[in-house]
T-cell receptor
Framework: AQSVAQPEDQVNVAEGNPLTVKCTYS??????LFWYVQYPNRGLQFLLKYITGDNLVKGSYGFEAEFNKSQTSFHLKKPSALVSDSALYFC?????????????FGGGTRVLVKP | NAGVTQTPKFQVLKTGQSMTLQCAQD?????MSWYRQDPGMGLRLIHY???????DQGEVPNGYNVSRSTTEDFPLRLLSAAPSQTSVYFCASRGDRESTDTQYFGPGTRLTVL
């Protein structure tokens, strides 16, 4: 069975500082990995995904994530955080060999960027 | 394109009542799914469909029914609402059956069962 862990319930960072949101996963095969962001009272918005190729993936709003197969991690990063980045972030994994191509989400990490 | 739309946005039910949450997409997506979001638990898959006439259970299907008579619509039915079904419900769709595609989410329905 596939699973995702986001070890931090909340991350606090000062505006302008680097932001990292951690994610580790478990799948039987090669994973497809995704990051989504949720702003208050809104649905989830896609940020970026890793399917294959370069381990460093660049996405929307200046975010990037690095796939590390040996550590089974897919941490989300932003070099300089903005107050507007304050939101709930979800990591998700899909095992392409699993029945139904289902997407499994982590529990979410709340990011608070302080001015 | 309107994308993925959901109605209603808010709903309050009494225990034992039934209702249908509506979901529609205008992107001609084959794959549609329903999730519920609870604090600290992320999103959990309730039911999904890989095309019209085909549905299957997800992680937490009990107490919910779905049908997929058209490509566009994927309603979720609560047969007899329970307080444990108080949650935020999201519908999502994906472009094709290939698992590399991005999943698009609706704005959600906030359901309270008293």
């Amino acid at each position: 069975a596939q699973s995702v862990a986001q070890p931090e319930d909340q991350v606090n960072v000062a505006e302008g500082n680097p932001l990292t949101v951690k994610c580790t996963y478990s799948v039987s095969g090669n994973p497809y990995l995704f990051w989504y962001v949720q702003y208050p009272n809104r649905g989830l918005q896609f940020l970026l995904k890793y399917i294959t190729g370069d381990n460093l993936v660049k996405g929307s709003y200046g975010f990037e994530a690095e796939f590390n197969k040996s550590q089974t991690s897919f941490h989300l990063k932003k070099p300089s955080a903005l107050v507007s980045d304050s939101a709930l972030y979800f990591c998700a994994v899909r095992d392409p060999k699993a029945a139904g191509n289902k997407l499994t989400f982590g529990g979410g990490t709340r990011v608070l960027v302080k001015p | 394109n309107a994308g993925v739309t959901q109605t209603p946005k808010f709903q309050v039910l009494k225990t034992g009542q039934s209702m249908t949450l509506q979901c529609a997409q205008d992107m001609n997506h084959e794959y549609m799914s329903w999730y519920r979001q609870d604090p600290g638990m992320g999103l959990r898959l309730i039911h999904y469909s890989v095309g019209a006439g085909i549905t299957d259970q997800g992680e937490v299907p009990n107490g919910y029914n779905v049908s997929r008579s058209t490509t566009e619509d994927f309603p979720l039915r609560l047969l007899s609402a329970a307080p444990s079904q108080t949650s935020v419900y999201f519908c999502a769709s994906r472009g094709d059956r290939e698992s590399t595609d991005t999943q698009y989410f609706g704005p959600g329905t906030r359901l309270t069962v008293l």
